[in-house]
């Protein structure tokens, strides 16, 4: 597609209104999987099961994750296991440092003990022909065993128009049993920690854009609102909005070694949380065609943010 038809369509996308879509889930119980469609075109897979590529160890083994995230034209723009980093899944959400039970342990990376979630139960999976919704409960158990917290993940799939799409994500975490800290990894000051995108590699040292401006360089540790990475034929972008604890929220934003937004929370200092008390986490992914221009995404995301 030439970049006028793309420039086309991104004016008329800021305009209409999406047209009748047919959502819809596929649930694949052997291989742990429940695939979103939008009229037939994939758009996410949530992998509830676990999940293991071959040749790597059985330690790794992970669930409860996004991958792959899609293109609108059906193009996988996540990585999972990824050679470099085995610990990366698609989009995903986890801890380097977490503190439970006078241990500390992670649920980004392998910790010891052990730490990460765990599929329980659907709480919600409702078919619209204007949006899907997905409710699931995680718990974390330590050890593989213990559960030291409740995760709640609601995801919200919007119809596709001309230039792009928004899939919003809840995600609550309640401490069970007793308190638990949340932290991003001191290392070199990066902080990094929460919701993570990492992408396949067709995002390799795509142009990097905030609402700062473009990055001529990987980003550590520096505030922003949202962070888009795209060619000039595709694009995904992460927005946070105003509400988010501690917004706005500090980032590290990759394309060194490939595509990686993750809008780092809480940071270098840790968060305890208390039963009875969830802490909210809130974003939209918005995945476009064309660059961060075409696609609109600084106007999408000031929609979003008095939306919200």
Not at 197 to 212: C, E, W, Y
Not at 283 to 295: E, P, S
Request: charged share 20%.
């Amino acid at each position: 597609m030439t970049r006028a038809a793309l420039m086309l369509m991104s004016l008329i996308g800021l305009f209409i209104v999406p047209s009748r879509a047919q959502m819809g889930f596929k649930e694949d119980p052997a291989n742990g999987t429940l695939a979103f469609t939008d009229s037939g075109t994939p758009v996410l897979t949530y992998r509830f099961g676990d999940q293991l590529k071959e040749g790597v160890e059985a330690r790794f083994a992970r669930s409860c994750y996004i991958h792959p995230l899609y293109s609108l034209d059906g193009r996988e723009i996540t990585d999972d296991f990824p050679a470099d980093h085995v610990h990366h899944h698609g989009l995903f959400w986890g801890w380097p440092v977490v503190r439970v039970r006078g241990q500390t342990t992670s649920n980004w990376e392998i910790g010891a003990p052990t730490l990460r979630q765990h599929f329980v139960r659907w709480l919600k999976r409702d078919e619209e022909a204007s949006h899907a919704i997905l409710s699931v409960e995680n718990a974390w158990k330590l050890g593989d065993a213990e559960i030291v917290a409740k995760e709640i993940v609601t995801i919200r799939v919007h119809p596709a128009d001309s230039v792009g799409r928004a899939i919003d994500f809840g995600i609550f975490i309640t401490a069970v049993g007793g308190p638990l800290e949340l932290q991003g990894t001191p290392d070199q000051n990066k902080g990094y920690g929460g919701l993570c995108f990492r992408s396949a590699p067709l995002l390799k040292g795509a142009r990097m854009t905030t609402d700062r401006g473009r990055l001529e360089a990987d980003a550590v540790n520096k505030k922003f609102r949202w962070a888009d990475i795209s060619t000039a034929e595709l694009g995904v972008a992460v927005f946070v909005p105003p509400g988010h604890p501690g917004a706005p929220v500090r980032w590290l934003i990759r394309n060194s070694y490939a595509g990686v937004i993750n809008p780092c929370w809480p940071g270098l200092k840790a968060v305890k949380l208390v039963p009875g008390q969830p802490v909210e986490l809130r974003y939209r992914i918005y995945v476009h065609r064309g660059d961060v221009a075409l696609g609109n995404v600084a106007e999408r995301y000031n929609l979003y943010a008095r939306e919200r």
